[in-house]
């Protein structure tokens, strides 16, 4: 009996293996795939690195295989377009794989969720997170508030002289603004992160990044699919926590809803799909989402910022000298109505989110049909994966990549070759929220604290795989302009 299963295993790994590399799905090239596998042992701890490596070996647009899913990776911005945006209709839908099926409750989320769920919810939501919604609303008026909170704990850092870190206050800024949209509430700046909210959350926060960072073999192999569920089903998911956190947010609301004034977006969103009985579970997912991105997206980005900030002593005094021509000496308060004044701070925050872009590798898409896209034909079930990391490092469309220049956002707009927030429908919901959070942040830093190495050494900038790309934790030297 034990030989006759050695020998189904050892056909199906010969049926797999020929499968990936002898059948040609569209004579696109790539690496060799390993059966069962594929090639996930070639994106390693980094996968946007892998992928940029493949695309330097292979061009910006090849074949993988992720596991069992034949992928396409995709860092070409004319087949971006086309795909993206062109035809978006037939690339609207995510994988369904075990990771997004656990963090999103069976695809129920906006993030994961199929075309018919998607095109209920998004308009919901994305009408908060609109410029002209942002500017007509306390949206502005609560970022502001929020950069001041973060300014007020930074100065204790200035006055003690202790070493700041800069990553739970981030984190802390960058979810109570998430916090206040959704559920009208925060998180106090002197809570530590073994405490509170902030304790509750972080740690499921964590693993779910954790888990979403890594080219999980469950998510790809299908053998591997029911062992995984059953081990779900016995031991339950970091989720799990994060739902009881919100299910008792949305139950207050529910008691407390005042359907003519909604005070925030849960209370928008129970008005909203009151009258849709199937969508009704899905509020307390769709807020997950949203606490999720709001943990880790702009809070990075400013993180980041800091740390080039530091690292870049020279840039970070044309950043304050352009904040005082616009501001005024001795002022230190920019508004998010200076943005077009500041040209040079803006493209210092491009420049940050081209060099460390916020999700390098976008969300997957999968093909409903088979298309034909110019040259290329594009299998029915074909994963397509955006190489947003190898685009913005690419030298024919950026000169000197590696290096942190942002006088090229002055020069060039390259709009074609920057999609720090992906391209299409689907697209980021709070990409507007993000740049105004990011450019307050960054702007009020800089207009009121001068940033260095804590031990007089550059920072390490080697990056830290996530549900973003964040650096790994650092020090700063922090003195009061």
């Known amino acids: 009996m034990i030989y006759f299963i050695l020998f189904i295993f050892a056909l199906y790994l010969l049926l797999s293996f020929v499968n990936k590399n002898l059948i040609k799905k569209n004579g696109l090239n790539g690496p060799l795939a390993l059966p069962l596998l594929g090639n996930l042992h070639n994106l390693g701890d980094l996968p946007h690195i892998g992928l940029q490596r493949l695309a330097q070996k292979y061009g910006n647009v090849y074949r993988i295989w992720m596991g069992d899913y034949f992928s396409i990776v995709v860092s070409d911005p004319k087949l971006l ?266 493209a210092v925050i491009k420049e940050v989110l081209r060099i460390k872009p916020i999700a390098p590798m976008g969300l997957p898409r999968i093909a409903k049909e088979s298309i034909q896209i110019d040259d290329l034909f594009i299998p029915k079930g074909t994963q397509l994966i955006q190489n947003i990391y190898s685009l913005h490092h690419d030298e024919s469309y950026w000169g000197n990549p590696s290096t942190f220049m942002p006088e090229r956002f002055l020069d060039q707009n390259h709009t074609e070759y920057y999609i720090p927030f992906s391209l299409g429908a689907r697209n980021c919901v709070g990409k507007d929220l993000a740049n105004t959070s990011i450019f307050s942040a960054c702007a009020n830093l800089i207009s009121n604290f001068k940033f260095s190495s804590s031990n007089g050494q550059p920072i390490d900038d080697t990056d830290v795989f996530g549900l973003t790309i964040h650096p790994k934790l650092f020090g700063l030297k922090v003195e009061q302009r």
């Open 81 to 346: 377009r086309e795909v993206w945006v062109k035809n978006n209709s037939n690339f609207i839908n995510r994988p369904k794989t075990p990771t997004f099926n656990i963090i999103s409750k069976n695809f129920t989320n906006l993030a994961a969720s199929d075309e018919e769920t998607w095109s209920i919810v998004r308009p919901i939501v994305s009408g908060h997170f609109t410029k002209t919604k942002l500017k007509k609303s306390s949206t502005n008026h609560l970022v502001t508030e929020q950069t001041n909170q973060l300014i007020q704990k930074i100065q204790e850092f200035s006055k003690s002289g202790e070493i700041f870190m800069p990553r739970s206050y981030c984190k802390k800024y960058s979810m109570n603004i998430i916090f206040n949209i959704l559920f009208n509430m925060q998180i106090p700046y002197d809570e530590s992160t073994g405490e509170g909210t902030l304790g509750r959350l972080i740690v499921p926060i964590e693993k779910i990044f954790k888990r979403l960072a890594s080219a999980n073999p469950v998510d790809f192999v299908d053998l591997l699919v029911p062992f995984y569920f059953a081990y779900v089903s016995l031991f339950g998911t970091e989720v799990d926590e994060l739902v009881k956190f919100t299910e008792v947010i949305y139950q207050d609301h529910l008691d407390k809803l005042d359907p003519q004034n909604p005070k925030d977006l849960l209370d928008t969103l129970l008005v909203d799909l009151s009258t849709k009985q199937k969508y009704k579970s899905q509020i307390c997912i769709i807020c997950i989402d949203f606490i999720l991105a709001g943990t880790d997206t702009s809070a990075s980005s400013i993180e980041w910022f800091m740390l080039f900030m530091a690292n870049n002593p020279t840039i970070q005094q044309k950043v304050f000298n352009e904040l005082e021509s616009v501001i005024g000496q001795g002022n230190k308060v920019v508004g998010i109505d200076h943005q077009m004044q500041t040209p040079y701070l803006n």
